[in-house]
């Protein structure tokens, strides 16, 4: 079946700080991944995306990609800020079990301290 | 934008009582919505699909004459979670999104979830 592994937290770095979280995925098809990011007493939003292999999603200052030998999809960013502080979710849709069923990771906690 | 609301944000009930969540699209309508529960230190888990106008489609596993869902317009959708017990208590969050569903990802805008507590 799908599934979605990431790194757990928390995740306590200082600001400017070089950050990297883990996600592995297992999957039926070939997926979509997706890195979703909550902040505080919001819903979560999409980050990045990449759709298929070797495709680099990207979108303020985080990066992933998508690497279909190592089924991974690492979150990056060089230069974290107090604003990154959030927590951070890794997740698939699998076409082959429904292109809108997401299948999330348990989410990182990151709290970036100036 | 996207936005999507839930309320309430947080509830406390009592065994043996049914408590409703309300999931709205605020500034766009949604003929899809989804509803998952997420446990402490767990992924989110996908409960159900809630197309307007139709039957919700549960996943395996979920009762669905205890998590109640009415999707009866483009932009409500309720869960009922009926004769509530302790093990019910959790996170809730809703999804929605613009489109129909297709062989495409269409993104999905998540509302900020409510926190159900049985005592």
């Known amino acids: 079946g799908d599934s979605v592994t990431q790194m757990e937290g928390p995740v306590t770095l200082s600001e400017e700080a070089f950050l990297t979280i883990n996600c592995t995925y297992t999957?039926?098809?070939?997926?979509?991944l997706f890195w979703y990011v909550q902040y505080p007493g919001e819903g979560l939003q999409l980050l990045l995306k990449?759709?298929?292999?070797?495709d680099k999603g990207s979108n303020k200052g985080f990066e992933a990609t998508y690497r279909k030998e190592t089924t991974s999809f690492h979150l990056e960013k060089g230069s974290v800020q107090v604003s990154d502080s959030a927590v951070y979710f890794c997740a698939l849709s699998d076409p082959q079990t429904g292109a809108n069923n997401l299948f999330f990771g348990t989410g990182t906690r990151l709290t970036v301290i100036p | 934008g996207a936005v999507v609301s839930q309320h309430p944000s947080r509830v406390i009930c009592k065994s043996g009582t049914s408590v409703k969540i309300e999931c709205r699209s605020l500034d766009f309508q949604a003929t899809t919505m989804f509803w998952y529960r997420q446990f402490p230190k767990k992924s989110l888990m996908l409960m159900a699909t809630s197309n307007e106008g139709s039957k919700a489609t549960y996943e395996q596993g979920v009762e669905k004459d205890k998590f109640l869902i009415n999707h009866a317009s483009l932009t409500l959708s309720t869960l009922t979670v009926t004769s509530a017990h302790p093990e019910d208590s959790s996170f809730y969050i809703c999804?929605?999104?613009?489109?129909?569903?297709?062989?495409?990802?269409?993104?999905?805008?998540f509302g900020p979830g409510t926190r159900l507590t049985v005592l």
């Open positions: 999804s929605a999104i613009k489109g129909g569903t297709g062989l495409l990802y269409n993104e999905q805008f």
């Open positions: 990449a759709t298929k292999a070797d």
């Open positions: 999957a039926t098809g070939y997926p979509s």
